[in-house]
């Protein structure tokens, strides 16, 4: 009895016995609910998976999913409050250390789990591994050459997007088309390195948080490990569905890194580094180089910033670009200003349709949404916080990619609420709740509203108008409900402080 009281006492006490308690049953519904029934070495034949699965396999399959991400959310939210006591627990170094063991193995578990999960929420894994192909074993330019022309590739039948070139950038192409090159012509190899490509981001992301939070506020480091190692969408839509979003991501926490350290020139280059595999980073460079422009010295030292930030920049675009140039189309705008899905100008575009035109809407609302969006980022970029230029930086980043999901995205899904998520551990505490509710919410998209909405909207082009402002609200709903209470919140403190 005595062995036993102890044994309670311990558990209730000790955040590394609560994180293991976390981590086991987490685990359990990972390989329940995602590696038996989607395993990649059962499954790896069965072409798009995403529409058989979600589509076609009716509501237990969904209930599934739905409920095995309600549980997994709920146990991550509750070791996160065990993982910041165990970080603020510092001079109990054995707890401490022990949290870190657990955070880390933990991590690698769910890791191998959803490497062996077949990829199923999209074809976008197999429309990375055809471009990889097209450059690194057909020897073609991926900018040019499209899947189409390559009938007789082994993953020619799992692409999707089978008439579009690639619309990354050069240097996810280059890492595309080593990638395919070194895992041959298997399916479940190359599958696997595909999701190991963006998988090493997330490590390094980890990692990079880890440091700067050591240097900057050492108590959340353990914490900011956790959020995120065990976040249930970052480790669902990159080891698990091989999306490349974080290997975009990583350089938003590199560019805070140097921006920390004053080293404004290679801030501004993480975030080129970061728009050469995917465009968004160029909305963050300007706030960058305000902050280095306010916080040099003298004019010469400034124009020496700009100047060399310039020439550095230009030579490295062009050299990532020569290679696979093919004239404006290398950029893919015009693709681009076409796609609209689940978003508020994907609403406004299917209302002018009918008056104007889909190519007229298309262009007016895209257009719209970009002056928009200029304009707020500009905005952004003028206010940061002088005294911590790092941290004004980052809560400049997390607000402009908000507006952008929120209010401008032309074509949004699920997975790009990684970018927000990546940057919870250094952000403010109101940020990082928006964020995890987001990132929680978000899959229901995929999961719930989805299924009922696609089909009917984009097979059956002629409801559109009636039925998309209805699928934003369901995928939006809370989030810009939880956004609006933020806001009147912050006004009504801010008020009654005045008051006071």
């Not at 579009?164 to 070194?182: D, F, K, N, Q």
């Amino acid at each position: 009895m005595q062995n036993a009281r102890w044994f309670i006492n311990k558990f209730t006490i000790s955040p590394a016995l609560q994180l293991t308690g976390v981590a086991l049953v987490s685990l359990l519904i990972y390989i329940f609910a995602f590696l038996l029934p989607i395993n990649l070495l059962k499954q790896y034949n069965h072409p798009r998976l995403d529409l058989s699965l979600l589509l076609y396999q009716g509501t237990p399959a969904k209930m599934r999913l739905v409920l095995a991400f309600i549980g997994v959310w709920v146990l991550y939210w509750l070791g996160y409050t065990v993982s910041l006591k165990a970080s603020t627990e510092r001079s109990r170094s054995v707890e401490e250390r022990n949290g870190w063991i657990i955070v880390i193995v933990g991590m690698l578990a769910f890791i191998a789990v959803f490497l062996f999960m077949a990829p199923f929420d999209a074809a976008d894994i197999y429309d990375n591994i055809m471009h990889g192909r097209i450059l690194g074993v057909h020897g073609a330019n991926p900018f040019r050459s499209v899947i189409a022309n390559y009938p007789n590739d082994p993953f020619y039948g799992y692409a999707a997007w089978k008439n579009a070139p690639s619309a990354y950038g050069p240097i996810w192409e280059s890492l595309a088309g080593l990638t395919a090159r070194l895992a041959g012509d298997g399916i479940v190899a190359n599958v696997l390195a595909f999701k190991l490509l963006p998988g090493i981001f997330h490590l390094a992301s980890m990692t990079l948080v880890v440091m700067y939070l050591r240097r900057e506020a050492p108590e959340y480091a353990l914490s900011g490990a956790y959020l995120l190692g065990w976040n249930p969408m970052l480790l669902y839509e990159t080891w698990g569905n091989g999306h490349n979003d974080v290997a975009m991501t990583f350089w938003f926490l590199a560019a805070a890194w140097f921006v920390a350290r004053r080293r404004y020139t290679l801030a501004v280059l993480s975030l080129l580094a970061g728009a050469l595999i995917k465009f968004i980073p160029i909305l963050l460079i300007p706030a960058v180089l305000l902050i280095g422009w306010r916080s040099l010295g003298s004019f010469r030292v400034r124009f020496i910033f700009l100047a060399k930030t310039a020439v550095v920049s230009l030579f490295i675009t062009v050299a990532a670009y020569y290679p696979f140039w093919n004239g404006l189309a290398s950029f893919s705008f015009d693709r681009r200003m076409q796609m609209f899905a689940t978003s508020i100008p994907a609403v406004i575009f299917r209302f002018l349709t009918p008056a104007i035109g889909s190519n007229e809407s298309a262009r007016y609302v895209s257009l719209g949404a970009l002056g928009l969006l200029a304009v707020f980022v500009l905005f952004q970029s003028f206010r940061f916080d002088s005294e911590n230029p790092a941290r004004g930086f980052l809560q400049i980043t997390f607000n402009i990619l908000f507006f952008y999901l929120m209010v401008t995205c032309l074509w949004f899904q699920q997975w790009y609420s990684l970018w927000l998520l990546c940057l919870v551990p250094l952000v403010s505490e109101q940020s990082r709740r928006f964020a995890l509710l987001f990132g929680f919410w978000i899959v229901s998209k995929q999961l719930i509203f989805g299924p009922h909405f696609v089909p009917i909207i984009y097979f059956k082009p002629e409801t559109g108008i009636r039925l998309e402002p209805i699928y934003v609200l369901t995928v939006f709903g809370v989030p810009w409900l939880y956004a609006l209470w933020i806001l009147v919140s912050k006004r009504i403190r801010e008020k009654n402080y005045a008051v006071k």
